[in-house]
């Protein structure tokens, strides 16, 4: 039998994260290079034109106002998670449920996590489920680094287990995203893109340890996803919010200070102005009860009012590709099927799908083709399937440029030890004996987005009108991390 994602995981596992951020003065040297910025009235620059979806202008020059309807994501994206809480409320859940309903020994997987576990996390890594390997691949998919369970493997060893460190289900990826998203493929391998995802990796290698310890060395197979992924259905199960189930969402709902971060007030009055000027939307994969249960901690009772539309339950990243109906939600459950045509301006929707949105925004703004920019943080979701799929800009929010750390800054990210690891080296590059190179996940961000950005409280201190520097078409410079470029691209 074929397994797939099951939609529940899929939809609710959009997200979580945060990072509690010291913000110290901008260096002068970030001044000056901020006082250089293109003009406004550069050639490329316009702001009232009409503007197709296919028709890119302002091909170095990124600014929100350029775009009639701006969307963002909201886990990890408007709503940042203390990452660190987090990391653990959903390592100990998962955990627990692999003990006591699959029977696995608790040897390895009880332990409190120590600073050698935080550094094995990385968001990104791949996992090879039948021979129990994680794998960090570059933009080319060429396998560079690799673990076997907790072990790392030398490049020989990736050698002699991936011929030419290529592997068929990495390519397929690489080739298109979507392609491991179902069915045969996604149950060879999964791409672990959130702070809802990486605590699977680290339980993932530590099963495996524990099979190889148990077993006398490494099988010749493992089949411990099916349990995993068991668990992790249980434990984002859209139903558990209201049921108070499976121990993750009641310990939100129980302790929401120490799993989340406040928006600050910048940030809510950058969004109630780009509302002013702009048709301002939510697309979420978490259920509408979640949805606002999160957002009223983080914003605030008024939170809907941020916003022109709202979509939850989204089921991204089909909700950009296939057709599925909107759905009214009626004391937070999902009702009749709404037509495109009858969305209300204010409305809270479940589902549907991003033609039908655009149809709203055509009928809101009164332009055919209007520009559409979307802000989120899952690179395949919310990055890579709106850019390449339905031509919508998007903005990346990226934790791991402030943990990792920028170039002339001195901006902090309390939740580091998790965020960045020096077994696997920097999110954005990896390093070989002789070459520093894009890893799959930084070729993303300045291929698929305009800017890159570690949180909206950054962008949100600056004027609507602020003309940003954006990555190229071509997808070959780094101009587009703001509010300056990772250490570890610095040191290409
Ligand atoms: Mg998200």
Redesign the pocket.
């Known amino acids: 039998m074929i397994r797939t994602w099951h939609p529940l995981y899929k939809s609710v596992r959009?997200?979580?994260?945060v990072q509690c951020i010291s913000w110290h003065k901008t260096s002068n040297k970030l001044k000056r290079f901020a006082y250089f910025w293109p003009p406004v009235n550069l050639r490329y620059y316009s702001t009232t034109v009409t503007i197709t979806p296919l028709t890119r202008v302002n091909m170095n020059v990124f600014k929100f106002l350029d775009y009639d309807c701006i969307g963002f994501?909201?886990?990890?994206?408007i709503l940042r998670y203390n990452v660190t809480n987090m990391v653990h409320l959903m390592y100990e859940t998962l955990a627990n449920y692999l003990i006591t309903e699959k029977g696995y020994d608790p040897h390895y997987l009880s332990r409190p996590l120590e600073d050698k576990d935080l550094d094995f996390i990385q968001k990104g890594l791949v996992l090879d489920f039948e021979r129990g390997n994680l794998l960090r691949i570059n933009a080319d998919g060429i396998i560079q680094r690799a673990c076997h369970g907790t072990k790392l493997l030398s490049i020989e060893k990736i050698k002699e287990i991936y011929p030419g460190q290529r592997w068929d289900a990495t390519d397929d990826f690489c080739n298109d995203m979507l392609s491991t998203w179902n069915g045969p493929v996604s149950m060879k391998m999964r791409s672990l893109l959130?702070y809802f995802d990486v605590p699977s990796s680290l339980i993932f290698a530590k099963l495996i340890d524990t099979l190889d310890k148990i077993q006398g060395g490494p099988l010749n197979g493992y089949n411990i996803w099916p349990d995993m992924l068991d668990g992790l259905i249980e434990m984002f199960d859209r139903d558990h919010f209201e049921l108070d189930r499976g121990h993750f969402f009641p310990s939100l709902k129980k302790n929401p200070d120490k799993y989340m971060h406040k928006c600050t007030a910048k940030t809510i009055t950058w969004l109630q102005k780009l509302k002013k000027h702009r048709i301002t939307f939510l697309i979420?994969?978490s259920n509408a009860d979640f949805v606002d249960f999160i957002a009223s901690y983080a914003i605030g009772e008024e939170w809907k009012s941020l916003f022109d539309i709202i979509i939850c339950y989204a089921k991204k990243p089909a909700f950009f590709t296939e057709n599925r109906p909107f759905l009214q939600v009626t004391n937070y459950r999902e009702n009749d099927i709404v037509e495109s045509k009858n969305l209300k301006q204010g409305g809270l929707y479940s589902q549907g799908n991003w033609k039908g949105l655009v149809e709203f925004f055509e009928y809101v703004s009164g332009k055919q083709n209007p520009r559409c920019l979307y802000v989120?943080?899952?690179l395949i979701?919310?990055i890579y399937v709106p850019n390449s799929h339905v031509q919508c800009d998007t903005v990346a929010?990226v934790e791991e440029q402030m943990s990792e750390g920028m170039m002339h800054q001195r901006l902090s990210h309390l939740d580091e030890k998790v965020l960045n690891s020096t077994l696997w080296g920097s999110y954005f590059c990896l390093k070989d004996s002789k070459t520093n190179m894009d890893s799959l996940w930084g070729y993303i961000i300045k291929k698929h987005s305009k800017l890159c950005i570690p949180e909206i409280d950054l962008i949100a201190q600056e004027p609507l009108d602020k003309s940003y520097l954006s990555f190229s078409e071509d997808g070959k410079k780094y101009d587009g991390y703001y509010p300056a470029v990772p250490l570890s691209i610095s040191a290409f």
């Open positions: 959009s997200c979580l994260s994501d909201l886990d990890n994206t959130d979420t994969g989120g943080d899952n979701q919310d929010v």
